[in-house]
């Protein structure tokens, strides 16, 4: 395993995160304790130190059982957590982005991590109602107590992240290291807007589905159970068709699909430090095997076909050649170190 700063910090991550939305089984599929554990260890033993857990996971079993894995070397691991979705029903102040709910689901995620501090802390999701300043200011004040040493913000919108930062920036506060949202080769808008923005803040990105929550390794081509419902879009003609295609590619080069999706993410964009999810310890020895190699370029370009998007407005407008004659005086092609990619 190689290792990577975290954003705009000084702290070394490994290249892939361990996710743990499958410990436990109290959503009716994933891992027992001790299934979760074999797959911490081989993440371990590959030399991983970056795990991705919740408030909600699996109702609190997740971050019971990361925190007794780790017990025994706490300080080796970053560890990160979420908040924001509910921990418990019919009450408006148990969920949400607000201070008063941002403090209480970290002192309950600490007591069940068992530990004094959380590494990363991560907004979960916009509630599209807390002002952007709480939530900054609120997660400033949990760093600087020393219950946080570093924040990270998921699926929020890229105009809201690069407010929080810009605001975060001229306060003095901290600002967001890392962001997490879904990009697979069946989810590919985040190159609309999120990815250049992660580039341009120079944050972190930390993308969670790359394996499209197992559709990419061709499992329902072959009708095989697992998580993904039969009607979801990830088991559509076009995710099929995209399927295949990793099936194929990983065939023609001697490894898995599960390794090809990770690695086409990696490959695309070098930002990536992927959360790897498994349900098994034997999909996540496999899932590891993507550390060995490179999906050569011919690969590539066919996978980077195959799962092409419109980037829509006003990107595909920008890059039309009426707007490059206009806004570069009609000497476009003069210019060799352009950042607009055609
Ligand atoms: N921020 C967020 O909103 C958010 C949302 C979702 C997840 N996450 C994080 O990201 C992690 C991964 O997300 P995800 O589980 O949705 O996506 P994923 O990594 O695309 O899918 C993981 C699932 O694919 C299957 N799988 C994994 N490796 C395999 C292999 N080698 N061969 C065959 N099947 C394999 C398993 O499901 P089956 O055995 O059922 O097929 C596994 O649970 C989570 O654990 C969590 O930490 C974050």
């Given at each position: 395993m190689n290792y990577q700063l975290l954003g705009r910090s000084g702290l070394r991550v490994s290249e892939l995160c361990l996710g743990t939305?499958?410990?436990?089984?109290?959503?009716?599929?994933g891992a027992d304790k001790h299934e979760s554990f074999k797959i911490f260890d081989a993440y371990a033993d590959a030399g991983g130190n970056f795990i991705d857990t919740a408030n909600r996971y699996t109702e609190g079993s997740s971050e019971k059982y990361v925190g007794e894995f780790i017990e025994?070397?706490?300080?080796h691991w970053v560890l990160s957590t979420k908040f924001t979705?509910?921990?418990?029903?019919?009450?408006?102040?148990?969920?949400?982005?607000h201070r008063k709910n941002m403090m209480r689901s970290v002192l309950s995620s600490l007591k069940r991590l068992n530990?004094?501090?959380?590494?990363l802390l991560w907004?979960?999701?916009?509630?599209?109602?807390?002002?952007v300043e709480e939530v900054m200011r609120g997660l400033d004040d949990l760093v600087s107590r020393g219950l946080v040493h570093y924040i990270g913000i998921s699926d929020t919108p890229a105009w809201v992240v690069s407010q929080a930062n810009t605001i975060a920036d001229f306060r003095g506060w901290n600002a967001f290291a890392a962001i997490q949202f879904e990009y697979s080769l069946l989810q590919r808008?985040?190159?609309?807007d999120l990815i250049p923005m992660a580039k341009a803040l120079d944050l972190a990105v930390t993308p969670w589905g790359t394996i499209g929550g197992g559709a990419l390794t061709g499992k329902y081509l072959r009708d095989e159970t697992g998580r993904?419902?039969?009607?979801?879009?990830?088991?559509n003609k076009n995710s099929s068709k995209v399927a295949q295609t990793v099936v194929d590619i990983a065939n023609e080069l001697d490894a898995t699909p599960a390794q090809i999706a990770i690695n086409w993410a990696r490959q695309r964009e070098e930002v990536m430090i992927p959360i790897i999810g498994a349900s098994k310890s034997t999909q996540l020895t496999d899932s590891l095997g993507c550390l060995s190699f490179e999906i050569p370029a011919e690969q590539m370009r066919k996978l980077n076909e195959v799962s092409q998007i419109e980037l829509g407005f006003p990107h595909e407008f920008l890059k039309s050649d009426g707007v490059k004659e206009e806004t570069f005086g009609g000497m476009y092609e003069k210019l060799h170190n352009h950042r607009i990619k055609s």
């Open positions: 939305m499958t410990f436990g089984t109290d959503w009716g599929w025994s070397d706490r300080d979705l509910k921990d418990r029903n019919d009450d408006l102040n148990f969920a949400g982005n530990t004094e501090y959380i590494d907004v979960h999701l916009w509630d599209n109602t807390t002002p808008t985040p190159e609309r993904v419902p039969k009607d979801s879009t990830r088991r």
